[in-house]
């Protein structure tokens, strides 16, 4: 292999890694404070329903943006996606909130149910959207 090829590759893979640890960040950060109660805090208590949800959500952005990564044709066009994913799993809370109007109390109140519930939905809009991303 090439020096230029390796050189080209390491680009490539601290570009996109460097990307997508920014998105991720961008995205917990937005994740925490739309949702009206403090997760971390939330955590840092014990509450496995706040764990349970902001974990599914996590994973699912991840899942959604390992495949705008593996798919992309470029560094923009993953970040383009990556905000995809952002704005659906923004979504997937909606939802949530939805079908369980009280979630927003549950989880606080560390319902667990609610908690893996959320987190479940979460997890599965990221899946359905990484799919949806291979074009």
């Known amino acids: 292999m090439s020096e230029q090829l390796v050189t ?16 991720l960040a961008v995205f917990v950060v937005v ?11 939330l955590i840092r208590a ?3 329903a706040a ?17 705008a990564i593996a798919n992309s044709v470029s560094l923009v066009d993953m970040c383009f996606w990556g905000v995809v994913a952002l704005v659906i799993q923004l979504l997937a809370f909606g939802v949530a909130r939805l079908l ?7 989880i606080p109140d560390n319902k667990i149910a609610s908690g893996v519930f959320l987190g479940a939905l979460s997890l599965g809009l990221g ?4 799919a949806c991303m291979t074009y």
Not at 8 to 23: E, N, Q, R, Y
Not at 36 to 41: D, M, S, T
Not at 100 to 106: L, N
Not at 127 to 130: E, I, P, S, T, W
């Open 127 to 130: 899946m359905l959207n990484a």
């Open 8 to 23: 080209h590759g390491l680009i490539a893979f601290f570009s996109h890694i460097a990307a997508a640890f920014v998105l």
């Open 51 to 67: 764990a349970a949800s902001l974990s599914g959500a996590v994973l699912g952005y991840c899942t959604a943006l390992a495949s």
């Open 31 to 41: 994740y925490i404070r739309i949702t009206p109660y403090r997760e971390i805090a």
């Open 100 to 106: 369980i109007p009280g979630i927003v109390s549950d």
């Open 46 to 48: 014990g509450n496995v």
